[in-house]
């Protein structure tokens, strides 16, 4: 997506978002709709990525409506998470 790679320009959307956290992670192999396998190797374009976005519902919604003219997002799934632990960065342990 111009001069970034769409994995990049997404999570930099949701830093300028203000959402509560992004992490992108790179698949090993992978396949969607077509079957076609995708594994990862250094000089492959179409590499399979998961980007999980952390905040809201309503936040999250709005920011995949905001998406919506980026091309050739994949699937877009919604999961609802239970918060065990969340340590601020640099936060001492409070043992």
Not at 15 to 31: C, N, Y
Not at 51 to 75: C, K, Q, S, W
Request: glycine share 8%; net charge negative.
């Amino acid at each position: 997506y111009g001069d970034h790679k769409l994995y990049a320009a997404i999570a930099a959307r949701a830093r300028d978002a203000h959402l509560a956290g992004a992490t992108v992670l790179r698949a090993m192999v992978g396949f969607g709709r077509s079957s076609h396998v995708h594994r990862r190797h250094i000089l492959e374009n179409e590499q399979s990525v998961v980007i999980e976005i952390v905040d809201t519902e309503d936040r999250l919604r709005a920011f995949v409506e905001a998406l919506r003219p980026l091309p050739e997002i994949g699937l877009i799934t919604l999961e609802a998470v239970e918060v065990l632990r969340m340590q601020a960065q640099g936060a001492g342990d409070d043992r």
